[in-house]
């Protein structure tokens, strides 16, 4: 069983969270004093000290994901996973098979990507939605919209609409008198780290616009860039090009072409469908090979034919009780479609059944549901086999 270092875990025994063991630490503590104070004085301590105070027993492989130790995991964890994302973005497009940049066509694609990335060029990005769209942001969910009003009020959004603006920031302050210093706060703390993040992000950036631009682009045509972005009005369009991807003008833009996209996809939706209409023979499954079929899909992974022959037999035994189980429910609801009571099939009241059908349908249910059970089991040793073949972590192992 997998168990994550971001979910308390106990065993055999409720979870119990950090700050209820401090709780339960102060109230033994207090307990004594307070029962001692309340009680009869010729109540004898015994009888205090076995009062019956339930006591979770934290499980001491819980790490606290605050903790030094709980951040080493959790670091250590998405370094891991990213390096195998890193891997497999690698495999699929060949990145790690392509040859070295000369050095003279790099050092060209390194001015050229210094251009059009100078320092401070994301955070003027972000600037873009950071200033502008997340105060928006706040200014709509963080107490005067109409939208925030009508939840909080339960009046109608469109009366709450009617109303000004300076009476909106009344209603508004009534329920949070210090919004706009909150939000400060906010734009306050999170801009250094935006920052900081960004500014760390962009050396890395520039190196791998350079490798791409180094090979897709001749020294010629890097030259001219580079003598483009050397000249004022170069150096005015390398300084604003990302900020300008970001701005408002060209995401409402964007925003206001999605109706005529998604009005072309619906307008064509029966006309793909034809077209994709699947009228070749279905893709085969395991169920469907022969013995033929086995021997020679054995030869080609070269494993035993055996292996292969129980793992199609599991499948087929998956299908015929879910069959057989779809077709018991069709036949319960077919019979129960000439019975009706209140305007309800009375058919399907199992109460109303015979001993015999009662017990055909249970036992065609326990099956399917066994069947479904050993489905989901081949499915992960089947997981399991290949990720072992392909040299990937097992899915299951834990953690």
Do not use: C
Not at 138 to 167: Q, R
Not at 188 to 213: C, H, Q
Not at 328 to 351: L, P
Not at 375 to 391: D, P, T, V
């Amino acid at each position: 069983m997998r168990r994550s270092i971001h979910s308390p875990a106990t065993k055999k025994v409720p979870t119990m969270t950090h700050w209820k063991m401090l709780l339960l630490a102060g109230t033994a503590a207090l307990a004594p004093l307070s029962l001692h104070a309340a009680a009869p004085k010729e109540a004898p301590v015994a009888e205090v000290m076995t009062a019956d105070v339930p006591v979770e027993i934290p499980d001491p492989a819980y790490v606290d994901p605050m903790s030094p130790e709980g951040k080493a995991a959790a670091k250590a964890k998405m370094q891991k996973e990213l390096d195998e994302a890193i891997k497999l973005v690698e495999k699929i497009f060949g990145t790690d098979k392509l040859a070295p940049v000369p050095p003279a066509q790099l050092a060209l694609a390194q001015q050229t990507t210094g251009a059009l990335v100078p320092p401070g060029s994301l955070e003027k990005m972000m600037d873009n939605l950071y200033g502008k769209l997340l105060r928006g942001m706040l200014g709509e969910f963080g107490g005067m919209s109409d939208l925030m009003l009508s939840y909080k009020t339960g009046v109608d959004n469109d009366k709450i609409a009617a109303l000004d603006a300076p009476t909106k920031e009344k209603i508004a302050d009534l329920f949070d008198p210090h919004r706009k210093a909150r939000e400060e706060k906010i734009m306050t703390n999170i801009k250094p780290i935006v920052s900081e993040v960004l500014r760390d992000f962009e050396a890395p950036m520039r190196d791998g616009m350079a490798k791409a631009f180094a090979r897709k682009f001749s020294a010629d045509q890097l030259n001219q860039m580079n003598g483009f972005f050397a000249t004022p009005a170069g150096s005015a369009y390398a300084g604003e090009w990302m900020a300008l991807q970001v701005d408002p003008e060209i995401i409402l833009a964007i925003l206001r072409s999605v109706p005529p996209m998604a009005d072309k996809w619906i307008d064509r939706a029966p006309e793909l469908e034809a077209k994709f209409k699947d009228d070749l023979p279905k893709e085969k499954q395991m169920a469907d090979l022969s013995d033929a079929e086995l021997t020679t899909l054995a030869g080609l992974m070269k494993v035993d034919v055996q292996q292969l022959k129980e793992q199609r037999d599991l499948y087929k035994s998956v299908d015929d009780a879910a069959m057989e189980a779809g077709e018991a429910a069709d036949a319960a609801a077919d019979a129960a479609a000439d019975d009706t009571m209140g305007g309800e099939y009375a058919g399907y009241d199992r109460s109303n059944w015979s001993d015999a059908d009662r017990e055909k349908v249970e036992a065609l249910e326990a099956a399917a549901s066994q069947a479904t059970a050993a489905a989901h089991q081949a499915e992960a040793e089947a997981a399991a086999n290949a990720s072992k073949k392909l040299g990937l972590p097992d899915p299951d192992a834990a953690e």
